[in-house]
């Protein structure tokens, strides 16, 4: 028989698509700490728990891989046992963890929590823990102490509780994550605001995106070198004479990154970006994933006609169907032309971008070609390079 967990009924339409919900990591650990209390006292396995979200949804979780331990008197000493992780069809990499707790009475007189094996170790500030502090984050921490302290008072005990949790695989699963790029090491973070999981959330990912720039705001960084993607992080490595301590990645969310900036008080970014994404930018196109717009031969060829092209050319880079495609057009026409069109389109990019800040930030950019290499830039860029590096080499001498 099917186990029910409580989520049937739960789903997003996306793209015409039914999508499943999940339950986080933190809810994992916090139902395998209820229901490991509940055997401590009890002595018997618990084969379902029951976890009620912060979200306001009651979960019914199968627990795994028990384990009952007794002390020489036959009193039971400390018991474990797990929760496999379900994020339903968000494309997550821990989907399909076993999450464990541990627990056993203590002395004091509190729920103690702390992480084991393959629960990451927060190594620099900024984040949700303090520094030293194993990085399972407040919600999953009061959900856990809430679990394990209704099955204390269920049994009377008003002692203290250790529980400790521990993800065997976290460590491997870490490497797929932002998590090394965050300073959290040894394994994976235990996560989760409403212990839900909604299914390709791009409220998570920008959420993700605000945590890695304040660690980095934190740690010194007031001006920020920002790719989109592997090809911009590729390109901004191989580039000579410029620190990229302070840099991190946005993915489709350009806008949105630019905000986060402004509301953490960051002093300037400078993008580094393959053009055909930024493209999408030089026309006011601040979430640059296909599926919101895409308009990349049309911004190019409004560029090469300002930049003096000829209606045939401009014929013919709208008839292509990748920015590289259009590069080719433009340069075959020879001269200037593409130069001059790049030029073009970085002003424009630099404009959208002050808008989008409004003013507020310095901002600029690099643009490159996979194939071409450098393309242009934005007026400011050069002064945001010695900006980014200036900053590295005064936080070197402080220290």
Do not use: W
Not at 78 to 94: F, H, L, N, W, Y
Not at 135 to 164: H, W
Not at 265 to 289: R, Y
Request: aromatic share 4%.
């Amino acid at each position: 028989m099917e186990h029910k967990t409580g989520l049937e009924e739960m789903y997003v339409m996306k793209d015409h698509r039914r999508l499943r919900c999940g339950f986080t990591t933190g809810s994992c650990a916090a139902a395998a700490s209820k229901a490991a209390a509940c055997m401590l006292f009890t002595g018997k396995p618990v084969e379902t728990v029951d976890l009620m979200t912060p979200k306001g949804i009651l979960l019914h979780l199968p627990v795994e891989d028990i384990a009952i331990k007794k002390a020489s008197d036959g009193a039971i000493s400390e018991v474990s046992c797990a929760v496999r992780k379900d994020g339903g069809d968000d494309p997550d990499a821990t989907n399909g963890l076993l999450i464990y707790s541990r627990v056993k009475k203590s002395p004091e007189k509190e729920i103690c929590i702390d992480g084991g094996v393959g629960v990451g170790r927060v190594t620099k500030p900024g984040l949700n823990q303090p520094v030293g502090n194993a990085a399972i984050n407040s919600t999953p921490r009061k959900m856990i102490r809430e679990g394990v302290r209704e099955i204390c008072t269920a049994f009377g005990y008003q002692g203290g509780i250790d529980v400790l949790i521990s993800i065997p695989e976290g460590e491997e699963t870490a490497k797929k994550t932002f998590n090394p790029r965050l300073g959290i090491v040894g394994g994976i973070s235990v996560l989760g605001t409403s212990g839900i999981v909604m299914p390709m959330s791009e409220e998570a990912l920008i959420r993700s995106i605000g945590v890695e720039m304040s660690m980095l705001h934190r740690n010194g960084g007031e001006y920020l070198v920002i790719t989109p993607g592997n090809y911009g992080e590729t390109f901004s490595h191989n580039m000579q004479g410029l620190d990229l301590t302070y840099e991190m990645k946005c993915s489709n969310f350009v806008g949105e990154t630019i905000d986060l900036a402004e509301e953490l008080g960051v002093k300037g970014i400078l993008f580094i970006a393959h053009i055909g994404k930024f493209i999408k930018v030089s026309g006011g196109i601040m979430n640059t994933h296909s599926r919101n717009a895409d308009s990349r031969a049309e911004l190019m060829a409004a560029a090469a006609l300002r930049s003096g092209a000829s209606l045939d050319t401009v014929g013919q880079i709208l008839n292509t169907n990748t920015t590289e495609e259009a590069l080719d057009v433009l340069s075959d026409c020879g001269g200037d032309l593409l130069e001059n069109t790049m030029k073009q389109v970085a002003q424009r990019v630099h404009f959208y971008l002050n808008n989008r800040c409004r003013g507020k930030l310095e901002i600029g950019a690099i643009l490159f070609s996979s194939v071409k290499g450098y393309l242009a830039e934005t007026d400011n860029a050069r002064q945001l390079v010695e900006a980014i590096n200036g900053q590295v080499a005064d936080l070197k001498n402080r220290s």
